[in-house]
């Protein structure tokens, strides 16, 4: 069964840093895209970028470029999330999913809940 | 600001027909396949319908999609209660040079 598997909720004061963790199991995790979904309290949902653990090709959104880094450790099968310095507009829910095709997300993890607040 | 465009909200009694239309462009719909998802309150997004019509293993097939030229279509046929939430398409950009959600549309079941 293919499973993903998100780190925890987290609270933080702006301008700290944070890496979130999405697991995947249940199926070669080289061979598939992985990408992050954010969703801000009440809105809908956006895509933010993906990575290709296989060969770290990664791909990010015109709106996240710069403003996040996405990355993966094939060893332990897991995918990062990670900002160097929070803004209390990236309080959100994230998502990570495993995309069958590039820009078909057919698996999902269960979210991370990011607050940040001073 | 997404640059695919759904109606903010539906709405129909147990058994009706419900459609949902995505507006997008040459960039996104018009060269690139489609899909839609359903997210449940308070859960994670599930995949409904890939490559604009076609279902994975365990949707129920009152759901269909549909594409044509810049524009797609959800339906979902004999409405049920559990069919309450919000549904989004989603399609590559080509000019983005990344994948684009719509703007999400709420289905309430009266």
């Known amino acids: 069964e293919v499973q993903l598997v998100q780190s925890g909720a987290e609270v933080k004061k702006p301008g700290e840093s944070l890496k979130i963790s999405c697991k995947g199991s249940?199926?070669?995790?080289?061979?598939?895209?992985i990408g992050w979904v954010r969703q801000m309290p009440g809105k809908g949902l956006e895509w933010m970028g993906i990575?290709?653990?296989?060969?770290?090709?990664?791909r990010y959104s015109p709106s996240f470029q710069g403003q996040v880094t996405i990355s993966a450790d094939t060893s332990i099968s897991t995918a990062y999330l990670q900002w160097s310095s929070l803004k209390a507009s990236d309080t959100a829910m994230y998502y990570c999913?495993?995309?069958?095709?590039?820009?078909?997300?057919?698996?999902w993890g269960q979210g991370t809940l990011v607050t940040v607040s001073s | 600001q997404s640059v695919l465009t759904q109606p903010p909200s539906a709405s129909g009694t147990p058994g009706q027909r419900v459609t949902i239309s995505c507006s997008g462009s040459?960039?996104?719909?018009?060269?690139?396949?489609v899909n839609w998802y359903q997210q449940l309150p308070g859960t994670a997004p599930k995949l409904l319908i890939n490559?604009?019509?076609q279902r994975p293993s365990g949707v129920p097939d009152r759901f269909s999609g549909s594409k044509s030229g810049t524009s797609a279509s959800l339906a979902i046929s004999g409405l049920q209660s559990e069919d309450e939430a919000d549904y989004y398409c989603?399609?590559?950009?080509?000019?983005?040079?990344?994948?684009?959600f719509g703007t999400g549309t709420k289905v309430t079941v009266l």
């Open positions: 490559s604009n019509d």
């Open positions: 990575i290709y653990p296989g060969d770290s090709t990664t």
């Open positions: 040459s960039s996104n719909i018009g060269r690139n396949t």
């Open positions: 999913a495993r995309a069958a095709t590039v820009t078909t997300f057919d698996h």
């Open positions: 989603a399609a590559w950009d080509d000019s983005l040079n990344g994948s684009v």
């Open positions: 249940g199926y070669s995790f080289t061979s598939f895209w």
